[in-house]
Nanobody
Framework: QVEVVESGGGSVQAGGSLRLSCSVS????????MAWFRQAPGKEREGVAG???????NYADSVKGRFTISRGKSKNTLALQMDNLKPEDTAKYYC?????????????????????WGQGTQVTVSS
């Protein structure tokens, strides 16, 4: 059984930093793509940052220069370093993973590409 577990969420003031972590277990294939998505109340889920098997990355324009995505050597762990956080970053953040991802990093911000999801971790940024 595949298990995707996020950790590291919390509450910070604007300008602060948080680091999210994700671990995937029980998946019998190579994880070609992994990504972070977020969803704020009343809004659609959006892609934040993604990474493919060659460590090519893609970021939403709203987080470029502030967030950094990385994978562990085992390729089944994922991190998101979030710096200079803003109130508009407040959302529940989800880790996603897949062995498919034919389009590589070009498609890693599309939720439809992913078939394994975590339960999410809350990030709250106060002004």
């Amino acid at each position: 059984q595949v298990e995707v577990v996020e950790s590291g969420g919390g509450s910070v003031q604007a300008g602060g930093s948080l680091r999210l972590s994700c671990s995937v277990s029980g998946y019998p294939y190579n994880l070609n793509c992994m990504a972070w998505f977020r969803q704020a109340p009343g809004k659609e889920r959006e892609g934040v940052a993604g990474i493919d098997r060659d460590d090519m990355t893609n970021y939403a324009d709203s987080v470029k220069g502030r967030f950094t995505i990385s994978r562990g050597k085992s390729k089944n762990t994922l991190a998101l370093q979030m710096d200079n956080l803003k109130p508009e970053d407040t959302a529940k953040y989800y880790c996603a993973a897949t062995r498919y991802c034919a389009g590589g990093f070009l498609n890693v911000l599309r939720s439809a590409e992913f078939d394994n999801w975590g339960q999410g971790t809350q990030v709250t940024v106060s002004s």
